[in-house]
């Protein structure tokens, strides 16, 4: 008996019936796809509206080209990659990265420990929401996405000790608000046990 592993056939014939220009294969593949890559396009546009317009965007794209992926390596980071391009091709169109403003340098480092047990991702994920524009995308291209600082400087058309800066300021206000939470967290903690 031959154990053989096989790429979801659903996959593929949502792949085929996409190039063959199939609607149903393009709402199938949208609706498997559409909210892991709405939550990308959030991660960099603050505005609800602009994220849902370039992950529309994005998915004509992926209709157009779809084509052209070879069937190497993951289809979903196929994909992901043309949504987060789309996402830095809209902030590059309306340089809103550039607005920065100034961040106070935390005075103690937060209590992670405490945090971890204490911090829900969503938490984290609305801090980093709530950062400027550019520190956001950097963060975003380095942290999550995995991006060189080369690679970052290449994409956005800066240089790269700008996306060194950018991500250096986008720490240190993350860390600015994970003390607040902590202080947060040890006030509401207190408070209880009163």
Known sequence: MTLSIHKSTTEEKLITGCIKGKT???KALYDRYASLLLG???????DRDD??????????????NIAKFRQ????????????????LTFI?????MYLETEI?????????SFLEQNLEVEDLMNMIGRLPSGYRTVFNLYAIEGYSHAEIADQLGI???TSKSQLSRARSHLQKELIAAEK??????????K
């Open 24 to 26: 149903w294969a393009q």
């Open 40 to 46: 990308i396009c959030i991660r960099y546009l603050k």
């Open 51 to 64: 994220a849902e317009d370039v992950m529309i965007q994005g998915f004509m794209k992926v209709y157009q």
């Open 72 to 87: 190497e390596g993951s289809f979903e980071g196929w994909i992901r990659r043309i949504i987060v391009n789309e996402c």
């Open 92 to 96: 590059r169109k309306n340089r809103s």
């Open 104 to 112: 106070k340098k935390a005075e103690n480092d937060p209590n992670c």
């Open 159 to 161: 240089n790269v000790n």
């Open 184 to 193: 947060q967290l040890n006030q509401k903690i207190i408070g209880d046990e």
